[in-house]
């Protein structure tokens, strides 16, 4: 048992009855797509008003036992991260920052009225699923671990008040390529539908965020597209971000800007290190509003040269098409620019440890 934030806080070590067999646990990593499998393994630590966390387990991935009136499925007390697990060149394993998503996780917490869970023990909890399931790489190219630590609301209670019971879970997912149509640059939908408002939850990592926006992504799939693109909630007017990911747009003078954060906007970690990389590179990077009327007349002028969305499971992904209920917009080539592409390999070969770390953002295993 490994001792973590708390001196009384330790992980169970839990046998698995029956891990998946090699030969089909081969056939998954060899095509995995994403958050369609499972590895064998979860973490579960809980928590209890007066007692705090304890009960931290590492044990078999499996069905969770909820009483019918638990909190989460009334009132929705859910927060979650996505974070990657890589396996390096030299063959073993890293996370990449972790601390930032568990900064995050702790900002969502709050927002919901939601303990705080220590920054040490949402760490140590996915490195031991890690360690567990370390035979759960993908062999595919670009290949990672998908991470998922979430937490819900346990206590079985109807009335309107914060939960006196939270549980804190870790799933892992071999992943691959984010998008199914495997195109250059995806196509986005500009939708009617608003993702968030100023004083909500839109800066926090909580499911009901993106349950109110599978109608519109739903839309935007039945029209052709690969993304929803969303607008702000007051004068339906400036960018925000996509269904699942931030926006960067790129400008023939070098400039590099990004919507401004704001709180109707989740935090990016990979946005936020996309911004250091960029300006690592000497580029002017600025958060500031961009309308749609700006960007389909910059597109049009040549002034807008790339545009591109990023985020923990797509990483860094070229814009091609901007289209809404008056037509449609290509941004350059339509395909991927070289800044984006030099912006994502830069990235990509930190987190696989192929070049160097100069911001300290890997973990090793």
């Not at 078999?60 to 009136?69: F, I, K, M, N, Y």
């Amino acid at each position: 048992m490994a001792t973590l934030a708390d001196p009384a806080t330790q992980f169970t070590r839990l046998p698995h009855p029956a891990p998946m067999a090699v030969d089909a646990r081969g056939a998954v990593l060899a095509d995995p797509g994403f958050g369609k499998a499972f590895t064998d393994h979860m973490v579960t630590i809980d928590w209890e008003e007066g007692k705090g966390w304890h009960s931290a387990v590492i044990g078999p991935r499996g069905p969770l036992s909820l009483d019918p009136a638990a909190a989460v499925l009334h009132y929705a007390q859910e927060i979650f991260e996505g974070l990657k697990a890589y396996r390096l060149a030299d063959g073993s394993t890293a996370l990449f920052r972790p601390d930032a998503n568990a900064r995050r996780f702790n900002a969502s917490a709050q927002r919901l009225a939601m303990p705080a869970l220590p920054e040490d023990l949402f760490i140590a909890a996915i490195k031991e699923l890690v360690r567990a399931d370390a035979d759960w790489f993908p062999s595919v190219e670009g290949g990672s671990l998908y991470l998922r630590p979430f937490m819900i609301a346990t206590e079985a209670f109807l009335g309107v008040r914060p939960a006196k019971t939270y549980s804190f879970i870790v799933i892992a997912s071999p992943a691959g390529n984010y998008f199914k149509s495997g195109a250059p640059a995806v196509s986005i939908w500009v939708s009617d539908y608003t993702r968030a408002a100023p004083g909500g939850t839109g800066a926090a990592k909580c499911g009901g965020n993106y349950a109110a926006s599978l109608v519109p992504t739903a839309e935007a799939f039945a029209r052709g597209h690969d993304q929803v693109l969303f607008l702000d909630a007051a004068e339906h007017r400036w960018v925000e971000e996509l269904g699942g990911m931030n926006l960067f747009f790129a400008f023939d003078d070098g400039r590099l800007i990004t919507p401004p954060l704001g709180g109707t906007i989740l935090p990016g970690i990979t946005r936020d290190s996309l911004i250091a990389l960029a300006r690592d590179e000497g580029l002017s990077v600025s958060e500031e509003p961009y309308s749609l009327d700006a960007w389909r007349a910059d597109a049009a002028s040549g002034k807008l040269v790339e545009a591109f969305a990023c985020g923990t499971a797509a990483v860094v992904t070229p814009v091609g098409k901007v289209a809404d209920r008056n037509g449609d917009f290509v941004i350059g080539s339509g395909g991927p620019g070289q800044l984006t592409g030099k912006l994502k390999d830069r990235l990509v070969a930190i987190q696989r440890g192929t070049a160097p770390d100069p911001h300290g953002w890997v973990v090793p295993l």
